[in-house]
């Protein structure tokens, strides 16, 4: 299988799913956090997340018109999957100013584990529309 028709949209789907993500996170961390408190504000963000990657996953696939077989579905979802990682890991944290160490020994057990969950549901989301639709 040829993978390079598969990085545009797999770049696609990561930018837009991470511009949505920054926003409702600045939103969730200025806002919500001090009404909610913070497991509560992160797990009301992942509903809204998890639909956003839903509409966005579809029509990236449509848009680059990408092909249904599930090799080529999940090369785009993980591909995403690793750019998220590395930019979380890299940028926001950065902008955090906490290592990878103490942003996983201060996550909440729930929403943490919630969160991971929406992370693997994120990299299969380009073949979950294509079963979808």
Not at 42 to 61: D, G, R, Y
Not at 71 to 84: D, E, F, H, M, Q
């Amino acid at each position: 299988m040829n993978i390079k028709p598969l990085i545009a949209p797999a770049l696609a789907y990561f930018a837009l799913v991470f511009s949505a993500g920054f926003l409702l996170g600045t939103v969730r961390v200025i806002w919500l956090v001090q009404q909610l408190g913070a497991r509560t504000a992160e797990l009301s963000e992942i509903p809204v997340m998890l639909i956003i990657c839903f509409f966005t996953a579809n029509w990236v696939c449509r848009r680059f018109d990408v092909p249904p077989e599930t090799t080529a579905r999940l090369i785009i979802g993980v591909t995403a999957l690793i750019c998220l990682i590395i930019v979380e890991f890299t940028f926001v944290l950065g902008l955090q100013g906490i290592t990878i160490r103490e942003y996983i020994e201060n996550r909440n057990p729930l929403s943490g584990g919630i969160y991971a969950l929406s992370l693997i549901l994120f990299a299969l989301m380009p073949l979950i529309v294509n079963r979808s639709g």
